[in-house]
């Protein structure tokens, strides 16, 4: 997580891909899809038929993870008042747009030694900015600059 831009008008953060998630999604879909393929002439036998739809399930879950592994890409843009949260991946955008009004708190949540940055909605829900959690040494003072920034634009009290 990193800020792009920070101008009075728009702050821009950008949570980029995980190539090691891409990399375990990679290895699941082989894997799998070896096994699978190994089994198809063997189907005779319970272990068998077993081991093929394993291999399966490992080359969709594979699949899976490689899809879902996104970019995301938060702007917090001041003339408009609004936050927009914008996930693409393979195949997949997703957009959040959340006013300003709305925002209530900057959270930093701690989850055993990784961090991420949430925000706190007004009807007490939350909303994280990264979808999975990661070492980020520097979670807190991004966090800090955000809030800065919302307070600048009169948005946190």
């Known amino acids: 997580m990193r800020i792009t831009e920070d101008t009075p008008a728009r702050l821009i953060l950008k949570i980029n891909r995980r190539v090691i998630v891409d990399l375990a999604g990679g290895v699941f879909f082989c894997l799998g899809l070896g096994l699978a393929i190994g089994l198809v002439p063997n189907l005779w036998g319970l272990a068998e038929t077993l081991g093929?739809?394993?291999?399966?399930?490992?080359?969709?879950?594979?699949?899976f993870v490689v899809f879902a592994n996104g970019t995301v890409t938060v702007t917090f843009y001041g003339p408009d008042r609004v936050m927009t949260r914008r996930?693409?991946?393979?195949?997949?955008?997703?957009?959040?747009?959340?006013?300003?009004?709305?925002?209530?708190?900057?959270?930093v949540r701690s989850q055993e030694d990784e961090d991420t940055i949430d925000i706190e909605l007004s009807d007490g829900s939350t909303?994280?900015?990264?979808?999975?959690?990661?070492e980020n040494a520097d979670v807190a003072e991004i966090a800090g600059r955000i809030r800065a920034w919302l307070h600048a634009q009169g948005a946190l009290s």
């Open 87 to 107: 996930s693409t991946g393979i195949k997949r955008t997703e957009q959040i747009d959340i006013a300003f009004d709305e925002i209530r708190a900057v959270l």
């Open 52 to 63: 093929f739809f394993l291999g399966v399930g490992f080359a969709v879950c594979g699949l």
């Open 127 to 134: 909303l994280p900015l990264e979808k999975v959690t990661t």
